[in-house]
């Protein structure tokens, strides 16, 4: 219920939710209302777009999978990470060549579930581009979302957060002839894909092959501490995540 929360795309969606977990959690709730503030967990509040990512799961996959190169030198973990990302760069390269849809799988899917969503919608024309979009089944106006195709804006918020048409848009796109993959922002399409991993990555040179000239490289300054070693996480992404 809780990762459900983070997840929900409009305030008054998420006040209504959260009253209901109140009841069912109040000690979670009490924990996290003393300790963070709703920006800092949900999307409903957060001041910046999260898109799609709510979880560290995938600093935790890598994580997992350099398990045994954490422990080497520098230079061999460098050289590792080449090895992996190499190969991962390869396999998208691979599947972007092959592709023969205009954007990710991933995203053809999620327009291709939110299309046959769309399809129950009925289309009120408010403007030029402007619309009300409301559910079939309840047509009243409580169940209504106003969709702006010029600027790619839906009162459901899904659109302008992740940058991918609504059901509502999408119904609404089909109802005045748009089409609606000219919404979806580019970087979700398979010529970005492709872009996105077609520069090489080299292995790190021999020591004898820097080219250092008369630079002088020292180690850096660093302090030990006392007891032992800690094992520490890569933690790059988690503090981009905090930020
Ligand atoms: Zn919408």
């Known amino acids: 219920m809780f990762m459900r929360l983070a997840k929900i795309y409009k305030q008054t969606d998420f006040d209504l939710e959260y009253e209901k977990?109140?009841?069912?959690?109040?000690?979670a709730a009490?924990?996290?209302?003393?300790?963070?503030?709703?920006?800092?967990?949900?999307?409903?509040?957060?001041?910046?777009?999260?898109?799609n990512i709510m979880?560290?799961?995938?600093?935790?996959?890598?994580?997992?999978?350099?398990?045994?190169?954490?422990?080497?030198?520098?230079?061999?973990?460098?050289?590792?990470?080449?090895?992996?990302?190499?190969?991962?760069?390869?396999?998208?390269?691979?599947?972007?060549?092959?592709?023969?849809?205009?954007?990710?799988p991933p995203i053809e899917s999620i327009l291709s579930e939110r299309f046959n969503i769309g399809r129950g919608y009925q289309i009120y024309e408010l403007g030029r581009l402007e619309f009300d979009v409301r559910s079939a089944t309840n047509s009243d106006i409580t169940n209504s979302d106003i969709v702006d195709l010029e600027?790619?804006?839906?009162?459901?918020?899904?659109?302008?957060?992740d940058k991918i048409p609504c059901s509502h848009a999408i119904a609404a796109s089909y109802?005045?002839?748009?089409?609606?993959?000219?919404?979806?922002s580019k970087y979700y399409s398979v010529m970005i894909w492709s872009?996105?991993?077609?520069?090489?990555?080299?292995?790190?040179?021999?020591?004898?092959?820097?080219?250092?000239?008369?630079?002088?490289?020292l180690p850096p300054v660093i302090k030990r501490r006392r007891g032992r070693k800690k094992t520490k996480q890569i933690s790059i992404c988690w503090r981009i995540w905090r930020r």
């Open 21 to 27: 977990f109140k009841k069912i959690y109040p000690d």
């Open 30 to 51: 009490k924990f996290l209302d003393e300790s963070d503030s709703l920006d800092r967990w949900t999307r409903a509040y957060s001041p910046r777009s999260r898109y």
């Open 55 to 104: 979880t560290t799961n995938g600093v935790e996959s890598i994580n997992a999978r350099l398990r045994e190169e954490r422990q080497l030198p520098i230079i061999a973990l460098l050289n590792s990470l080449q090895t992996l990302t190499t190969s991962w760069f390869s396999r998208y390269r691979k599947a972007s060549v092959a592709s023969t849809t205009n954007f990710t």
């Open 151 to 161: 600027s790619k804006r839906c009162t459901c918020r899904e659109f302008v957060i």
């Open 175 to 184: 109802f005045c002839d748009v089409n609606f993959y000219s919404l979806c």
């Open 195 to 217: 872009l996105a991993s077609s520069e090489p990555i080299y292995l790190v040179l021999n020591q004898n092959e820097w080219p250092l000239d008369d630079m002088l490289v």
